[in-house]
């Protein structure tokens, strides 16, 4: 892979990973409309991200 993969996927999972795991602990407190926003959030972030990049590359 090249470095522009490497750090794509790191700035990815640098914005994207801490709104996975305060998504998860939201649902285990019990806020599941808080934890299911968070989860949403991730996984637009990602995809954004691989659209962006997809762009970028081509």
Do not use: C, H, K, Q
Request: hydrophobic share 55%.
């Amino acid at each position: 892979m090249s470095l522009t993969r490497w750090l794509y996927f790191l700035w990815t999972f640098t914005v994207a990973g801490p709104l996975a795991l305060m998504g998860v602990s939201r649902l285990t407190d019990g806020s599941y409309v808080n934890g299911a926003v968070f989860l949403v959030l991730a996984i637009v972030t990602i995809a954004v991200f691989e659209y962006i990049y997809a762009g970028l590359t081509n």
